[in-house]
C-alpha cells in the first residue's frame, strides 16, 4: 500500500524518548516537568462541571456548519464579536486545518514563528501547504524581527500566524508590532491568523503588549482546552474580522463539533474561574522557585536559559529521573534552552528545579 507524501513515513526516537521509554520498562519514577494536560496535573474541578452534557437537548442533533446558535451566541457575548463573525470546530488544530484550506492551494506558504509550538508543520504538511519560518529575537522580552519576515515573503505566501501569547515564550505581540503586520497584511494581500488559547492566563504583561488581535486578525482562535482546563471536550472557536462565505462550504463537509459539548458551553465558562485561578496560583508558585528564566506574559510554560541544553536534558533524565523539553523541541534558534510546564505539581517542580541546578553547578 503506497502512502501519501503529506503523511510522515517513519519516526527515530531522539535520545531523551529512548531514556525516557528505559526508564519506564524499568518501572523508575519519573519526575515530569513537562506536563501540560491540566487534567493530569492535579487540578481540582468544581462539582456540577460537567452536569449539563445530562441535558436532555444533547439528544438532538441539528447539523449547523458553523455550529449551535447558542454556542455562537455565548461566545459572541463572551468575546464582544458580532454573532455571524463567530465558527465552531472540534479544536484550534482543527481551526488551522479549515484556514489552510480555505486561503491556500496545495504548495502555497504561511509564515509561523520561530521559536513555536511545533504542530503547524505537521498541519500544514496535511493540507499540502508549506510552512515557512520567521524568527523571534529575546531582548529583555520577545519580539518579532520585522526585517526577516519582510524577506520571508513571497508571492505563494497566504498568510502570517502569531501566537498571541506564545507558546512556549508566553510572549504577547507589542503595539508596534501589531501596525507593521497590518502593514505587511496591506502590502502583500495576506492573511492574519492570531492563536490566543493562553491568553485568559495573563502573569507579568508589559504595558505596551497586545492581549488580544479579534477585529484585527483575519481569524481569532481559542477553545474550552486552555480557556476551562479542558482538553478532553473538543470544542474551539474561531472569530473572523469578518464573514467569509466560502467557510461555510469546508464547515459543511465536516460538522465536527459536537452537540453535547456546545450545549454544554455555557455552563463549563460559567464554572471555569475556580480552574483558571488554580492554574494562574501554580504558575506564579512555580515561577518563584526558579532562579532564572526568561521572562513571561502569560501561559503556563517557562524558558530557563542553561548551558548544553541537549547534555543538560539528557542527564537530568538519566541521574535525576527529571524529564524536560530541550528548546530544539520549539525550534529555537539558538541552542541553550528548557522549557518547563509550570502546570508541574509544585512538589515536582521543586524537585526537578533542583536538579537543574545540581546539573548546572548552581
Known sequence: MKLSSRVSHGTHPNKLSEILAAKRRDGVRVWDLTESNPTRAGIVYPEGFLAALADPAV??????????????ERIAEEYGVPFDNVVMTASTSEAYSWIFKLLCDPGDEVLVPQPSYPLFEYLAALESVRVRSYPLFYDHGWFIDFHALEKAVTPRT????????????GHFIRRHELEELEALRERHDLAILSDEVFAGYQLD???????????????????????????????????????????????????SAGTPVQTALGAMLELREPVRRQI???????????????????????????????????????????????????????????????????????????????????
Open 59 to 72: 439528544l438532538r442533533y441539528e447539523p449547523e456548519p458553523f455550529g449551535l446558535p447558542a454556542a455562537r
Open 158 to 169: 497566504r498568510a502570517v500566524v502569531v501566537v498571541n501569547p506564545n507558546n512556549p515564550t
Open 205 to 255: 504583561v508589559a504595558e505596551d503588549s497586545v492581549t488580544s488581535l479579534r477585529g484585527v486578525a483575519d481569524f481569532a482562535l481559542d477553545g474550552l482546552s486552555k480557556l476551562a482546563g479542558l482538553p478532553q471536550m473538543k470544542l474551539a472557536w474561531m472569530m473572523l474580522r469578518q464573514p467569509v462565505p466560502e467557510l461555510e462550504i469546508i464547515a459543511d463537509t465536516y460538522l
Open 280 to 362: 494562574l496560583d501554580r504558575a506564579r508558585a512555580n515561577l518563584g522557585i526558579l532562579d532564572r528564566y526568561l521572562r513571561v506574559e502569560a501561559g503556563w510554560y517557562a524558558v530557563v536559559p542553561v548551558m548544553e541544553e541537549e547534555e543538560t536534558s539528557e542527564r537530568l533524565l538519566q541521574e535525576h529521573d527529571v524529564l524536560v523539553q530541550p528548546g530544539y523541541f520549539y525550534d529555537f534558534e539558538k541552542s541553550g534552552y528548557l522549557v518547563l510546564s509550570l502546570l508541574t505539581p509544585p512538589a515536582v517542580f521543586a524537585r526537578g528545579v533542583a536538579a537543574i541546578r545540581a546539573v548546572q553547578g548552581t
